[in-house]
């Protein structure tokens, strides 16, 4: 089971409430964010992105020392998370950041998929 080879999405293929990704993304702007009413904890909102375009990463506590600019993050078990009808890329629990010092990365800072809002529809069926 450790020999399976991880299959790794590209930024465009992201989609709403997607989880069990893994993604290799390069760290484009990282920024330490005040949580209002919750001192505990820390918040860090990172521009991250691959050849295909670019999407906001949530970085919580351990994580935010990992990302720094022009850092390049191989993600496991990520998840998007809604944020007022727009998508973010997180970690949580049961997943896995690591710093890849060998990989270069060009991005795509044309193609902002964090910048398309979505809007939640009911279906009665």
């Known amino acids: 089971m450790a020999d399976q080879k991880k299959q790794f999405t590209k930024v465009n293929e992201l989609r709403p409430l997607d989880n069990g990704l893994n993604l290799i993304v390069k760290v484009v702007n990282a920024k330490t964010v005040v949580q209002r009413g919750r001192p505990q904890g820390r918040l860090a909102e990172c521009l991250v992105g691959d050849q295909t375009g670019m999407i906001v990463f949530a970085a919580r506590n351990d994580q935010v020392d990992l990302v720094k600019d022009g850092n390049t993050l191989v993600l496991t078990n990520a998840k998007i998370d809604m944020f007022k009808g727009a998508m973010r890329l997180a970690v949580d629990r049961s ?25 939640r529809v009911d279906v009665v069926v």
């Open 95 to 119: 997943g896995r950041i690591e710093v890849d010092s060998t990989a270069s990365l060009y991005v795509d800072e044309s193609n902002n998929l964090s910048l398309i809002e979505f809007e």
